[in-house]
C-alpha cells in the first residue's frame, strides 16, 4: 500500500522560511516522478515543482521560481520542498504526489498518488 504523509508546515511571517517533507512507503522515490501541489481556498490546484525520475531534472511553476527548492534522498524515500522568502499568496495546503513515467508534470490529473496534505500559512 502506498502511502505519502507530509509534513513541515506551520504558521510563518512573510520573507521566513520552511521545508516540507514528503515521506513515502509502498513505492521507492527514485522510481517515480516526484511532484509538489498546492490548493489555497476557493482556487485550483496548482502546480509547483517536480523532481523527475533520474534525480537531476527539476521543474518549478512560475510563481515559485527562485524561491523554492525540490530534492529528494532515495536513502530516506524522502522529498523536500525547501520554501524560502515565503509570500503571503504562498499560502495553501501543500501537497505531495508521484507519478510514473511520461507524464505531463504540470497537470495534477497525471499523478497517481497524492498525500492528506500539510498546510502551510504566511502571514503579511
Known amino acids: 500500500q502506498v502511502e505519502l504523509v507530509e509534513s513541515g508546515g506551520g504558521l510563518v511571517q512573510a520573507g521566513d522560511s520552511l521545508r516540507l517533507s514528503c515521506a513515502a512507503s509502498g513505492l521507492t522515490v527514485s522510481r517515480y516522478a516526484m511532484g509538489w501541489f498546492r490548493q489555497a481556498p476557493g482556487k485550483e490546484r496548482e502546480f509547483v515543482a517536480v523532481?523527475?525520475?533520474?534525480?537531476?531534472?527539476?521543474y518549478y511553476g512560475d510563481s515559485v521560481k527562485g524561491r523554492f527548492t525540490i530534492s529528494r534522498d532515495n536513502a530516506k524515500n524522502t522529498v523536500y520542498l525547501q520554501m524560502n522568502s515565503l509570500k503571503p499568496e504562498d499560502t495553501a495546503v501543500y501537497y505531495c504526489a508521484a507519478g510514473s513515467y511520461g507524464l505531463r508534470y504540470p497537470r495534477s490529473s497525471e499523478y497517481t498518488y497524492w498525500g492528506q496534505g500539510t498546510q502551510v500559512t504566511v502571514s503579511s
Open positions: 523532481v523527475m525520475y533520474s534525480g537531476r531534472t527539476t
